[in-house]
């Protein structure tokens, strides 16, 4: 099993910036893509960023270029930095660690990021 716990959420005005961080715990050896998602209500959730264990990055085209995915391998950390952010930004915010060997996603429980203008 494998825990995740997805924290920084906010209230932030248009043009701010945020960081959210993602705390990974347990069985983590065989996780192989991590990430982030992200889902405004009445929406899909929707992947924003990606890192892989071979640091293969890959990211929403909505968020390129605003939004940094990283991973601080001693501390078992994502962190996804959001700068010049937008009210469309405002959403639920979750982690993601997907374990390639059982085929396995665990999911955050989500952080709110709102966006005002």
């Known amino acids: 099993q494998v825990q995740l716990v997805d924290a920084g959420g906010d209230l932030v005005q248009a043009g701010g910036s945020l960081t959210l961080s993602c705390l990974m715990s347990?069985?983590?050896?065989?996780?192989?893509?991590m990430g982030w998602y992200r889902q405004a209500p009445g929406n899909q959730r929707d992947m924003i960023a990606t890192?892989?264990?071979?640091?293969?990055?890959d990211y929403a085209n909505s968020v390129k270029g605003r939004f940094t995915i990283s991973r601080d391998d001693g501390k078992n950390t994502i962190l996804l930095q959001m700068n010049s952010l937008k009210p469309e930004d405002t959403a639920v915010y979750y982690c993601?660690?997907?374990?390639?060997?059982?085929?396995?996603?665990?999911w955050g429980k989500g952080t709110l990021v709102t966006v005002s203008s």
């Open positions: 993601n660690a997907y374990d390639s060997t059982l085929g396995v996603a665990y």
């Open positions: 347990g069985n983590i050896a065989w996780i192989t893509t």
């Open positions: 890192i892989t264990t071979d640091g293969t990055i």
